[in-house]
């Protein structure tokens, strides 16, 4: 399952290339979602009516993900983890992080520099789907 990062359905909403493209694909396979973290950072962005409503419906396409138990779990781990260690990448990416582990998902995202520094996360920052491992 492929799981967007806020950054790259905002590409999306704003019309931008290659994530246009790219969301659009993932959308018409029926395997993406993002989580409710990113909903959230979407609906709270939207500044009118008329973006508000471009969001849900990008939204309805998706499957959004909660942050269950074992995220959470997850999520705390890697917290600890990178700010034990000076790596710190902010709440919502530890919560997007954790989520992401919890599903086994790829996450597609622009946003490389925090989420490169999740042990085990399988990310995908490339328009097709070139995986990249840490």
Excluded: Q
Aim: net charge positive.
């Amino acid at each position: 399952m492929m799981i967007a990062d806020s950054d790259v359905l905002i590409d999306f909403l704003r019309g931008r290339s290659p994530w246009r493209e790219r969301i659009k694909l993932e959308i018409k396979t029926g395997h993406l979602a993002t989580t409710a973290i990113n909903s959230f950072e979407l609906l709270s962005g939207a500044k009118d009516r008329a973006e508000r409503d471009k969001v849900s419906r990008l939204l309805g396409a998706l499957t959004v993900l909660g942050v269950t138990p074992a995220a959470s779990e997850h999520a705390a781990a890697i917290r600890r983890e990178l700010e034990a260690a000076g790596n710190g990448i902010g709440m919502a990416d530890y919560l997007v992080a954790g989520v992401c582990l919890a599903h086994r998902g790829v996450l597609l995202t622009r946003n490389l520099d925090h989420f490169a520094r999740v042990p085990d996360l399988t990310i995908s920052g490339r328009y097709f789907d070139r995986r990249e491992t840490r």
